[in-house]
């Protein structure tokens, strides 16, 4: 107090203002130590940011590789579907003529007795007219007409056997699949070969269920008979008894079951595994090509049945397993 010539001291306590000082300087490293936080959190989001970005641009990068490899693979596969298709079709289209040359074979190897079959009518046909135009100057209608009718019966005969011949040679594939009977398919394939099996005198035994109908191709299921039924009378050209037995039975509720099987000598054992190979046979050179079996098991195969063979008590056992028709 300059006034009165006085100093005037103030003594208080420093406990009050030590804390406020400590709480200040508190906050104040608090304050320091969120913001270094902060700035140490914004650098980090900033480092993960451009990491995220770097990853994202390889990514994006390794995506737009992949997509074009995969493209390539597309089209590649495109390709590869395409000439499998074209090869798919190409197979089909020659299993088909194979198939038919094969049909057409088995005609060649029974033209003989085909022809034997329409050359009797002929005859009778012949013999029928010039004992008509006998019986005309006699003045004798009656028997006239009763040659008349005879005639008519043969020339229907003749016909069925054409007709027959026809439609067993036509080109036929799995378009034509339909409900076919058993007992039809193994009559047709008798027809054929009844010349032939009167010739060698063979017992034909068929017992096969009216209801018995499959899934197939009647033409192509016929070939299949034929061909196994021709095997069967080749097997017994040297053995005294001649028995075709051919029986039907359900085998479980989508299939039948057809056996072929005859009195001839079987198949050895040795030849077993081999009588479904191509250009497999045991007969003499020129007397077959070995394509029948082979042909046969492919169409068994195309209608989703099964072709095995086998012995029986007296000869060879072929059974044939077809998909029933309603199934």
Excluded at 142 to 170: P, S, Y
């Amino acid at each position: 107090m300059p006034d009165l010539g006085w100093t005037l001291l103030y003594v208080a306590e420093t406990d009050a203002t030590l804390r406020y000082a400590l709480l200040a300087a508190l906050a104040a490293g608090i304050s320091c130590l969120a913001l270094a936080l902060a700035l140490a959190a914004a650098q980090e989001r900033r480092q993960r940011l451009r990491s995220e970005r770097a990853m994202r641009l390889t990514l994006e990068r390794r995506v737009a590789e992949r997509t074009a490899d995969l493209s390539a693979a597309n089209t590649r596969l495109r390709g590869e579907i395409t000439e499998r298709e074209r090869a798919t079709a190409a197979l089909r289209a020659t299993q088909d003529e194979l198939i038919h040359a094969g049909r057409l074979a088995a005609l060649g190897q029974i033209s003989m007795a085909i022809n034997h079959e329409i050359n009797q009518p002929l005859a009778a046909l012949r013999t029928f007219l010039s004992s008509s135009s006998v019986f005309l100057e006699r003045g004798d209608t009656a028997t006239v007409g009763r040659n008349l009718k005879r005639m008519t019966e043969v020339t229907q005969r003749i016909g069925e056997i054409i007709r027959h011949l026809k439609v067993f040679a036509r080109k036929t594939g799995p378009e034509h699949w339909e409900p076919v009977r058993l007992g039809v398919a193994a009559a047709a394939a008798l027809d054929l070969l009844a010349a032939r099996i009167r010739a060698e005198s063979v017992q034909v035994s068929c017992a096969i269920p009216p209801d018995a109908m499959v899934r197939a191709e009647l033409v192509r299921l016929e070939q299949v008979i034929l061909n196994l039924m021709v095997n069967a009378l080749d097997s017994m050209r040297n053995t005294p008894e001649r028995r075709l037995d051919l029986t039907a039975a359900r085998e479980e509720a989508s299939s039948w079951q057809l056996r072929v099987a005859d009195s001839g000598s079987g198949i050895p054992e040795e030849h077993m595994p081999h009588v479904f190979d191509p250009f497999f046979t045991t007969k003499a050179a020129g007397e077959g090509l070995g394509l029948g079996l082979s042909l046969s098991s492919l169409i068994v195969r195309d209608f989703g049945g099964s072709l095995a063979a086998g012995n029986g008590t007296h000869g060879a056992v072929f059974t044939l397993v077809l998909p029933a028709a309603e199934a």
